[in-house]
């Protein structure tokens, strides 16, 4: 049985960088995007004829917990990175390691302005994803092992050692 680790942050924090450094440093170990675990579109909440990506009800999450679970049979290390890393209550509990990363509202807005994936995104749109951000990503006051800020240089060997995984 694998390791779990989980990194959690708002949009456009660092987690998928910094998720993919860990995995190139830990050996048999495996990068899980909670993007690519997203609900078909016809079956995701809208806000103002928008697709609302911004709520745990985004999330096929018998798809992630199901994922998570066999590559935790198959893998030595998972690193299972998203926004909604910190909602589901089971996987929390079968994390070994849980990291999360932090920037300020005005990072934020900076790096979604330049953000083109979704073509041009209204200013409320911008507001809206940094709200559910803080409404969602961590409802049960879970305490992270690791706080990282995303406005600096993250060393992900360090973090491994700080944790003792390497």
């Known amino acids: 049985m694998g390791q779990l680790i ?21 050996p048999d170990s495996i990068h899980l995007d909670q993007d690519e675990f997203v609900k078909a579109q016809s079956e995701i909440p809208t806000i103002k004829d928008r697709v609302d990506w911004e709520t745990p009800d985004s999330i096929d ?41 932090d920037i300020p509202y005005e990072t934020y807005l900076q790096r979604r302005m330049k953000e083109t994936r979704w073509g041009n995104e209204p200013e409320w749109f911008l507001e809206h994803v940094w709200h559910s951000h803080l409404k969602y990503h961590n409802p049960h006051k879970i305490t992270p092992d690791i706080m990282l800020s995303g406005t600096e240089t993250i060393d992900a060997q360090q973090v491994l050692l700080a944790a003792q995984l390497i």
């Open 61 to 101: 999450w018998n798809r992630w917990r199901n994922t998570i679970d066999s590559s935790l049979n198959e893998n030595r290390y998972v690193v299972a990175e998203g926004i909604f890393a910190f909602t589901d209550l089971q996987i929390i509990k079968n994390a070994s390691l849980t990291i999360a990363i």
């Open 6 to 26: 989980l990194v959690a942050g708002v949009s456009r924090s660092g987690k998928s960088s910094f998720s993919k450094e860990l995995c190139a440093l830990l």
